[in-house]
């Protein structure tokens, strides 16, 4: 199974609102970023990373994939992919660059596309690869009802279909106004619509400091909030710890975490409570096992970030044994053969032999960036 082409591609696909707000971040489409590796035996293998689909950053991405780590990769037996993995991620010019950031998104694009050959080339999904589900269900939690730049009306009509039509027991709020009473008003009016047994877990995507956390907790502590993610700023490892030791709401985060060492300080400092790596922001695959195994060792839970909106996160968390539930936002799943489809809340265990992670040929014709 020698490599013989790695060609990077843009996907620039639409949200299923007009745009979405958080509290650091507007968008109206979501960048599918990512490599196609090619064997000389004709299989394809597909992996990407996600991004705010702003081109021009989009484009340093595939510089790297095609520039730097397509020449390492060709000729090379594409099965050896922790070997593969180990030769990019410390390839002597490329760490000297970078060991996040850019060459890490493309490392992850790259890795994923391994492992969607391996898969494949077993005839199995990615989770039959790996060792087999350990689980018949996966709950899934809806974020897509929950963004900042919702009216409450809207909050509370979305929460409500999600739960009564859809059959979710878990949403999750984005929180961040820079007047935090606003968000408590519209967490209470979350909460007196669902009741008490909907599990309601918020984001701050590292909007507030410290002391403003610690007030805002204080007022949540009686919303039964399942969890507080990226209150601060993301490498704040101190203040994340300090917010844990002084809240009964855990704190949940990961999906700005580039490497195994930078989740190890979370950890190792008790400021995490639910582990959230994602492979695209992590270096693949690869390296987000090796995070959850960190997980699993130090007696976490593991909920990863969906940055490719769960295609294959869905495989990892049938998977492995630190994992509970996952997220759901259906931007992009429409638009690959194997979609991550969530049915009465729960994932759909893939079925199509690899990684879930191959596009959907009008994908590349309606939405592909050439360039």
Not at 66 to 85: I, K, N
Not at 130 to 157: C, H, M, P, Q, V
Not at 209 to 222: E, G, N, S, V
Not at 346 to 360: C, N, V
Request: with cysteine; hydrophobic share 40%.
């Amino acid at each position: 199974m020698r490599i013989s082409a790695v060609e990077p591609f843009i996907l620039h696909l639409p949200l299923t609102s007009d745009s979405i707000s958080d509290s650091t971040h507007s968008i109206t489409h979501w960048g599918v970023v990512g490599a196609k590796i090619t064997t000389t035996d004709g299989l394809e293998g597909y992996g990407f990373t996600g991004t705010h689909a702003h081109l021009p950053s989009d484009r340093l991405i595939t510089a790297c994939i095609r520039d730097c780590y397509g020449p390492l990769l060709v000729g090379e037996d594409a099965s050896d992919h922790q070997r593969l993995w180990t030769k990019l991620a410390r390839h002597p010019a490329l760490q000297w660059v970078g060991r996040a950031g850019i060459t890490h998104l493309a490392l992850a694009a790259v890795d994923v596309a391994l492992w969607d050959l391996a898969a494949k080339n077993a005839g199995a999904p990615l989770w039959s690869l790996l060792g087999g589900a350990r689980t018949e269900a996966l709950e899934a939690y809806n974020t897509d009802i929950g963004w900042l730049s919702f009216s409450k009306d809207a909050l509370l009509a979305g929460s409500a279909r999600a739960i009564e039509e859809e059959g979710f027991t878990r949403v999750k709020i984005k929180v961040g106004h820079d007047d935090p009473n606003i968000d408590i008003e519209r967490l209470e009016a979350v909460r007196k619509r669902v009741g008490s047994a909907i599990r309601i877990a918020i984001d701050a995507n590292g909007k507030w400091d410290l002391p403003t956390c610690q007030r805002f907790c204080a007022r949540a502590k009686d919303l039964d909030i399942y969890w507080f993610e990226e209150p601060m700023w993301y490498d704040d490892v101190a203040s994340h710890a300090a917010l844990a030791r002084n809240t009964s709401i855990p704190v949940a985060l990961g999906e700005q975490l580039y490497t195994i060492d930078a989740f190890r300080s979370f950890i190792s400092a008790g400021a995490v409570h639910y582990v959230q790596p994602d492979v695209t922001r992590l270096g693949g695959i690869t390296e987000y096992i090796q995070v959850a195994d960190l997980a699993l060792a130090n007696r976490l839970p593991v909920v990863p970030h969906a940055g490719e909106m769960s295609q294959v996160h869905v495989h990892l968390s049938y998977w492995h044994a630190a994992s509970t539930i996952l997220e759901y936002i259906p931007w992009i799943k429409d638009h690959f053969q194997e979609p991550a489809n969530v049915e009465s809340g729960l994932f759909m265990r893939p079925q199509q032999p690899g990684a879930s992670t191959t596009p959907l040929p009008q994908a590349f014709d309606r939405y592909g960036v050439y360039e």
